[in-house]
């Protein structure tokens, strides 16, 4: 049997938020002073309860107001409400039963209770106890424990009907008519449930998880008759965890004295397994309840507390669970569920045995409050398997997919002493998850919450790797201790090196390496260090791609040397808050360096080795929305971006595969031979495993992770994934076969995938885009991961790594192009992303076609760089015009530019050259970061209606002049029109004649 074919189901803890929903708020106590005065012992009994709720890590205490006679009582109860009043004997004024019949009369629903204390003559009120107002008699002998169990016994009752159907939490059934008795047992009975459930807290996955397990604890009823008791077991029979009860009690309107036993043995008839307990003061009924079978306890034993206390143990698996010999003899204990887990594989097959068939194991997770897991536990029997090792690692297994499944979506706090490898997403601090990771955490809580996607694809394993998020108080502490944020002074002038230097100069917090040492001690895999800061991947700002992202082969047999990489790697993230290109981000935003905190997530990476390389089959990002959709594609359709290897190509906007999942098969790039020689990957990027060339490449290097490689795809033809996804080019007969061969040149067209479906990449990001975008209320954009088997050794599995909202802008049908303002413009595009009119730019930068050089374009973007520094002080915004993929890390697809060469930039136009020909750079982080800042993104294709007047720009006199750039400075503002529904964009000219019609009346705002 295996653990799918027992289908264990993994319930949220959300079911917990419902529980207990039913309080006692405010309890009124009525009472003489003396009275009062005996209960209070010189301390407030108020005090005396909160105590006890705080002991207990219970929430809500309830709130005592006192009074001495029956006339305040009522002054009360019309001021305010009450859900409990605790009357006691010799009121001032009124007799305790009158006030209590009164109350009733007054208010119905208002529970009255009658508490005696044992010092008055109690035999007196309990025999002449005849009155209806009182709901239950209790005697109270000076604990504040009893004033607890009252209040939770009453809580029972109110929620009991509500929590058993939609949690099935476990029902204990008292059964006792003696207010002496129950008022004794009680105390007892709610102490152990609370302790035993702050045990099973330890197992808890965070704080809110611990508060809300204790509202699953087993309720306890109280029953007076027979009648009542039978009443109380069918109606809650599938939840029943045991039953307690006298021997002698009313049955049928007449005591008697086998009402107990009567009652039990009909119950053990129908559920042979249930624990039940014999609580009786006549010693002649020990005998006679071994024919039920029950445990028999004498009311009147010294030990009393500790008997009970002991059947809990024994009996209802509560406490540790104790590995016993088939003869009683101890073998070792299991405090929880993740010992037990690490124990049993150790544990004798003759104790597996003695415990399976005695359903010990089931009773035991059930008194943990694993509900749904020990039920279903509960048929599987020892003789479903071959042996008794088969029985062990079922259990095992079960153990360690239930852990999973609870840990399953949920930020797990990171423990030190208790780390599990098997939590799926961890945090070490209390700070801020920071944006990147806050994406993460929701994505894990969704797909747990929300199955759809795992059911729809049953053959492919869809998850998030594991993630530890080390939260941002830790980066706080780090900047602090070390005086870093002297680095932010604003008359201080410091570089991207020197900022390195000092981030890794500084000293790191003991308590998080540390943390990080028992994290390394526990995963081998490859690493990803990511940024996630406060301002990372927000709705409207979402500093996609600023900060930086290191890969760790984590494959050093050294441990020392692991964790200084990863320190390392962590004070670079650290100092990436710091350097130019995200200080200049922030300054074109609301945001200011000094308000961001950076976490730092550390992920599996997930890939497969190929030698000295490791690296997924592909990787990509998925967007719900297409900026750009040509030929019947809708921009609802969505586009996905994928390439071989780690995703760096594809957010750096380098050479990959574009496609609309609904149409996987329309790819306009791939129509000829010629276009898909030209426009297939041809490099990919893996993960370096074969030694490490040491931590000041980092830091040497600002551009490159010293452990990633950069293959040339002709270099890995003998890797099965790289054969696997690649077509043939043969030559000689200038055609592509969708099959891989030695005989011709491999070209990258995902055919197996796109075209033949060997794995349902289409479909799955069609519907993560879909739900994404329902999750989020918004557009999203979807970083994925992909490895398929290699030779057939498992399921194909598909890794969620990202989920961010999309700027995308609101479509304002207003603006209106007509041919007229074509006829006008310099520049017409029939591509382009915005919505709105610019009235305020006199600034125009182009780079000269006549001087562009395909080799040159990163002295081009240093000349951007400076021409852009012009515009620093005068808030003045301008337009930038130049061929190829903008913002790309590829200098043969467009000029390289990061966002402090082009942070003043307003409108940006991407044009097409012979020399560089680059599909629109939507995928990219720089075209993210570009769309949210609102600045219009316009592409000047070659083909269609679209064009651009360099011979209008030659006749403007120039303002700045380089060897690869032109900035014109006009005397009245560039007309600029975006029209967000057709996709259309002109600039022209602003004619003189607009200016003139403007009436004098009219006042210009600004002006003196």
């Known amino acids: ?87 006691m004997p010799s009121l001032d004024g009124m007799d305790v039963y009158v006030f209590g019949e009164e109350v009733k009369r007054r208010y119905s629903g208002l529970f009255f209770f009658l508490l005696l204390h044992n010092t008055c003559d109690v035999d007196l009120y309990i025999c002449d106890d005849t009155s209806t107002a009182v709901d239950r008699t209790y005697i109270w002998s000076g604990n504040a424990d009893l004033l607890l169990a009252i209040v939770k016994n009453l809580e029972d009752e109110m929620n009991v009907a509500f929590d058993t159907k939609n949690a099935k939490v476990r029902v204990i059934i008292l059964v006792e ?98 624990p039940v307990l014999v609580l009786s003061t006549e010693e002649k009924n020990r005998a006679l309840v071994t024919h039920i079978p029950a445990v028999f306890i004498n009311k009147n034993s010294s030990n009393l507390h500790d008997q009970i206390k002991t059947f809990f143990v024994s009996k209802l698996g509560f406490g540790a669970f104790v590995f016993r010999e088939p003869n009683g003899e101890e073998i070792a204990r299991a405090s929880g569920i993740r010992e037990m887990g690490k124990l049993i594989a150790e544990i004798p097959d003759e104790s597996i045995l003695f415990h399976a068939n005695n359903n010990d194991f089931s009773r035991w997770f059930m008194a943990r409050s694993e509900i749904d897991f020990a039920l279903n536990l509960k048929p599987v029997s020892i003789d479903d398997f071959k042996n008794p090792e088969e029985f062990k690692q079922f259990i095992i297994d079960t153990i360690r997919f239930r852990i999973r499944g609870t840990r399953q979506g949920h930020v ?169 290109a995200p200080r200049s981000y922030a300054k074109s935003t609301m945001y200011r360096t000094e308000d961001e905190e950076m976490a730092v997530i550390l992920q599996q990476l997930k890939g497969m080795h190929h030698k000295h390389y490791f690296y997924p089959t592909l990787s990509g990002v998925a967007q719900s929305y297409n900026f750009y959709p040509i030929s019947h594609l809708k921009a609802e359709d969505g586009i996905a971006y994928i390439a071989l290897g780690l995703g760096k190509i594809v957010m750096e906007g380098g050479k990959i595969l574009r496609f609309c999942p609904r149409y996987p098969q329309f790819l306009p790039q791939f129509s000829t031979v010629d276009d898909i020689l030209e426009n297939s990957q041809k490099h990919f990027y893996a993960l370096k495993t074969n030694g490490f060339s040491g931590n000041g490449s980092f830091v040497d290097n600002l551009t490159k992770d010293p452990a990633l490689a950069r293959l040339d795809l002709s270099d890995a033809m003998d890797h099965p994934v790289v054969r696997a996804l690649s077509s043939t080019f ?73 989920i961010r909202p999309m700027g995308r802008y609101k479509q304002n049908l207003r603006v209106k192009i007509d041919q007229t303002a074509i006829d006008q413009a310099f520049c017409y595009s029939s591509l382009s992303l915005g919505n709105g009119e610019y009235k305020d730019i006199y600034d125009l930068v182009y780079v000269d076609p006549g001087t562009f050089d395909p080799v040159k374009t990163v002295e081009m973007a240093a000349e951007i760089n400076k021409i852009n520094g012009l515009f620093n002080n005068n808030n003045r915004k301008y337009v930038l015009i130049g061929p190829g993929r903008w913002g790309s890390s590829d200098r043969w697809l467009g000029i390289p530019v990061v966002w402090n060469d082009i942070s003043n930039v307003g409108v940006m136009v991407e044009t097409t050259i012979d020399s560089i020909k680059a599909d629109p750079s939507q995928g990219s982080h720089f075209f993210q970061n570009i769309t949210s800042l609102g600045i219009s993104y316009i592409t000047v294709s070659d083909k269609g209606d679209d064009f651009i007047d360099y011979d209008f720009f030659a006749c403007q006199a120039c303002a700045n002049t380089t060897r690869y750039l032109k900035h014109i400075h006009f005397d009245t503002p560039i007309k600029i029109l975006v029209d967000g529904k057709t996709s259309q964009a002109v600039l ?9 019609e403007v009436m004098d009346d009219i006042p210009v705002i600004g002006e003196d």
């Open 1 to 87: 049997m295996d653990i799918a074919q027992a289908g264990f189901p993994s319930p949220s803890i959300k079911i917990y938020h419902e529980l207990m929903g039913k309080k006692v708020g405010d309890i009124l106590l009525v009472s003489s002073p003396y009275d009062a005065f005996i209960m209070e012992e010189e301390g407030r009994l108020s005090n005396r309860i909160i105590n006890e709720y705080k002991g207990l890590n219970l929430s809500k205490p309830p709130r005592l107001t006192w009074v001495s006679s029956a006339e305040e009582a009522f002054l009360q109860l019309g001021k305010k409400h009450f859900d409990l009043i605790l009357a």
């Open 177 to 274: 008519d003696s207010p002496y008795h129950y008022s004794s047992f009680l105390p007892v009975l709610y102490r152990q449930i609370v302790l035993q459930t702050q045990s099973v807290i330890a197992d808890s996955i965070n704080e809110e998880h611990r508060l809300l397990k204790m509202r699953g604890r087993p309720k306890v009823l109280v029953a007076h008759t027979y009648e009542e008791a039978i009443s109380l077991y069918e109606q809650y029979k599938p939840y029943v965890l045991s039953v307690f009860s006298d021997m002698r009690y009313p049955k049928g309107g007449r005591e008697d004295e086998q009402a107990g036993f009567k009652l039990l043995k009909k119950i053990k008839y129908e559920i042979p397994d249930l």
């Open 412 to 580: 797990i706090e990171f423990d030190f002493e208790k780390f599990d490898s098997d939590t799926d997403f961890m945090k070490i601090g209390s700070g801020s998850l920071g944006g990147k990771a806050r994406g993460l955490a929701f994505m894990a809580s969704q797909t747990k919450i929300d199955p759809s996607l795992a059911k729809m694809f049953p053959g492919v394993t869809i998850s998030i790797p594991q993630t530890v998020v080390i939260a941002t108080d830790g980066f706080k502490l780090f900047v602090e201790e070390n005086n870093l944020a002297r680095l932010l002074e604003s008359d201080r002038e410091v570089t991207d090196n020197q900022v390195i230097e000092r981030f890794v100069a500084a000293t790191f917090p003991d308590w998080l390496e540390k943390n990080l040492k028992l994290y390394l001690e526990n995963v081998r895999y490859p690493i990803a260090v990511r940024s996630s800061s406060l301002f990372e991947d927000a709705h409207y700002q979402p500093f996609a791609g600023l900060y930086d992202t290191f890969m760790l082969p984590n494959s050093d047999p050294n441990l020392e040397n692991r964790l200084e990489r990863l320190v390392l790697a962590i004070k670079l993230v650290y100092a990436s808050t710091y350097l130019k």
């Open 730 to 802: 043969y030559a000689q007969d200038n055609r592509i076969r969708d099959s891989f061969s030695t005989k011709g040149f491999p070209v990258l067209t995902f055919a197996n995938i796109l075209k033949y479906n060997t794995f349902p990449l289409a479909q799955i990001l069609e519907e993560v885009t879909k739900i994404g975008s329902r999750w989020m209320g918004s557009s999203v954009e979807v970083e994925f991961a992909v490895n398929l088997p290699v030779e057939g050794g498992g399921n194909p599995e598909f890794s969620l790594l990202q």
């Open 988 to 996: 022209m000219p602003d004619s003189p004649t607009e200016q003139e």
